[in-house]
Structure formats: C-alpha cells, structure tokens
C-alpha cells in the first residue's frame, strides 16, 4: 500500500541564503531572462544588493512590507530580492490597476514604501502624492554603489511577502506568506 508521507526534515535557511549560494557555485549563469534582458547571478545579486543596503538605511527591516509597482522585466526581481535581502517583505503591485486598488493595497498592507519608476511615478503621481507611504525610484536605489550582501537575520516566522487575491466580495484580500513557508516550498522542490 503506497501512503502520502510529504513529512521530510530540513534545517530553515532563508531563501536569501540559498539564492547567495547560487551566486557563490554559479556566478556568471544566467539567473534572470526578461523582457529581453539577461542577468547572471552576479548581476542580480549586486543589483539586489544596491536596493538591499539603501533600504537597509531608510529603516526597512522584518515585518516592513514595501509595494513593488514595476513592469515585468528583470528590476522586478531585482527589486523583489533586493526587498527580502533587506529583511522585509514586498508585495506586488501590477502598474495597469487602477488607482483605487493600488491605494487599497498599499494602504491594506501597511507598506512603507513604495519601489517604482520614475515613469511609472509620473503616470500615478495624482495617487502617490496622496499616499502616506515613502516612494523611492527604482533608477535612484541602483545608483548605489554599495553591492555587499547585507548581514540580516531573517527567522521562519518573518513575513516574505504579500499576495493580493480579488476575494469573492470583490476586494482584494492579502495573504502572508513566511520566510519558512517559502523555504518549506522551495527545500520541497531540490528532493523531487
């Protein structure tokens, strides 16, 4: 008789260090193909680096979710890594919503910041004026020539990120993932 058992040990280590260890075995692989764009594990993790460290100094730290209103191109996981290295969690923010459901996310979530660019700040700035959240520039945080890997502990129990879902009553509804679930998900997928 063949059983389920999904039970498996593995020690949490944070998503964050995996991805460094991949920069460290495979530095100039490619770790992002988008919008026609490629980034090795090197790059990624230097540019993730620059928005890491100018978070780090703005105050971002566990439990601080930052919106991320970008295109989908290769500064979205820039942004997204960089977010998690810092110590916060991020949620996602699609540029083509309208702005009643950008301020509901933001303003929902509790962000403290908001990763954009300055196109897209241009194209909403009714709205981001209005919010209580910080907007920083995508372009701004990559200008940073600070690309060390941060030294953050990042726990099981951290937020990581974000999701919001359209519920059944047509507001959107967040769902937290945490650090240990995304690991969890991960370690799952190196055993099959």
């Known amino acids: 008789m063949r059983t389920n058992d999904t039970n498996y040990d593995f020690s949490f280590r944070p998503v964050t260090a995996l991805f460094e260890e991949q920069v460290r075995n495979n530095p ?3 770790a992002v193909i988008a919008a026609g764009k490629r980034l090795t594990y090197r790059e990624l993790n230097q540019s993730a ?3 890491a460290n100018v978070l780090i100094d703005k105050g971002v730290r566990a439990e ?12 979205v996981y820039v942004a997204r890594q960089g977010i998690l290295k810092s110590g916060g969690a991020f949620t996602s923010i699609d540029p083509e919503y309208p702005d009643d459901r950008i301020r509901y996310i933001l303003e929902d979530s509790g ?15 009714g709205l981001l004026n209005e919010l209580s959240c910080t907007v920083l520039l995508v372009e701004a ?3 940073s020539d600070n690309t060390e890997n941060p030294n953050r502990t990042i726990n099981e129990q951290d937020l990581c990120y974000c999701i919001y879902t359209s519920g059944s009553t047509g507001k959107p509804k967040g769902v937290m993932i945490e650090h240990g679930n995304l690991a969890n998900f991960v370690n799952a997928m190196l055993i099959i």
């Open 141 to 143: 945080l990559l200008e």
């Open 28 to 30: 100039d692989r490619t």
């Open 64 to 75: 601080t979710i930052v919106g991320v209103m970008l295109e989908r191109d290769s500064t």
């Open 49 to 51: 680096n620059c928005v």
């Open 111 to 125: 962000a403290a910041f908001l990763i954009t660019t300055g196109e897209l700040a241009a194209q909403h700035s």
